[in-house]
């Protein structure tokens, strides 16, 4: 039988919820990573992911433009900030301030480590997330993700 702990990432990447999310960002982008656990205490409390900062970002794109029907907002994002040097700049400056508690999701959906991979996979297309915190005794010992699954499914 195939178990998470076999499949599962050790070395996890995870962020505190007073990280900011222009760090959060370079980080994701740096490990090519879309998402990590946030931790506090040993203890994970929520997952911050690519999406919440998007998200985010094209919430506050659209309260500033509000007449524009864009589908690309990231794009419009960087295509107006490109226009202005001061703009990147403050907008960078912006996020900096920007905590990861402020956007990470705090429903956060775990797996055993001892739990059969079959039971991964059910629970991440279950809750469409790409990725689930293992957590063992309340302790964070690794991470597995949709590319973690396939792995288990050619081995």
């Known amino acids: 039988m195939k178990l998470v702990k076999d499949y599962m ?20 982008s ?17 997952v911050i992911s690519e999406t919440n900062i998007i998200e985010y970002m094209r919430l506050n794109i659209s309260a ?40 990470m999701s705090r429903n956060v959906i775990c797996i055993c480590s001892k739990e059969n991979i079959l039971e991964a996979a059910t629970v991440i297309e279950k809750n469409d997330v790409e990725r689930l915190p293992v957590v063992d005794k309340g302790k964070l010992v690794g991470i597995i993700t949709r590319a973690d699954l396939i792995k288990a499914l050619i081995d």
């Open 64 to 103: 500033k433009r509000a007449d524009s029907a864009e589908p690309h907002i990231l794009a419009l994002l960087i295509a107006s900030l490109a226009k202005d040097r001061m703009g990147i700049k403050n907008e960078l400056e912006r996020l900096s301030k920007i905590k990861v508690k402020d956007l």
């Open 30 to 46: 740096k490990c090519h990573i879309s998402g990590a656990p946030v931790v506090e205490k040993h203890k994970v409390i929520g």
């Open 9 to 28: 990432k050790k070395k996890v990447i995870f962020f505190k919820p007073d990280n900011s999310i222009f760090d959060v960002a370079q980080t994701l």
